[in-house]
């Protein structure tokens, strides 16, 4: 198994790993378990992404493909944010 993607948090690794997987490539997320075992600790590199030798050569276009469509996604977030976040709206 090889590394294609290290994750900040479970939700990205899940994102990349069915992105994965809707291409046809096996992914198996190492670490996932771990994060709990922190506690309230960041998990800071201890979540990545794998897949086999057999599907390497294509899971770099799909982690790129999810990693630019994340990176949009929390631009966009961040441009409806308030610049005071105590002045949001419950």
Request: charged fraction near 20%; hydrophobic fraction near 45%.
């Amino acid at each position: 198994m090889h590394t294609v993607y290290r994750a900040e948090n479970l939700f990205d690794a899940h994102l990349v790993k069915d992105a994965l997987e809707a291409g046809g490539i096996p992914a198996f997320i190492a670490g996932e378990y771990l994060t709990g075992g922190v506690g309230q600790l960041p998990a800071m590199d201890y979540i990545a992404v794998m897949v086999p030798e057999s599907g390497l050569a294509e899971a770099g276009g799909i982690v790129r493909e999810v990693e630019a469509r994340l990176v949009e996604a929390r631009q966009a977030i961040g441009d409806e944010l308030p610049d005071d976040p105590l002045a949001a709206p419950c």
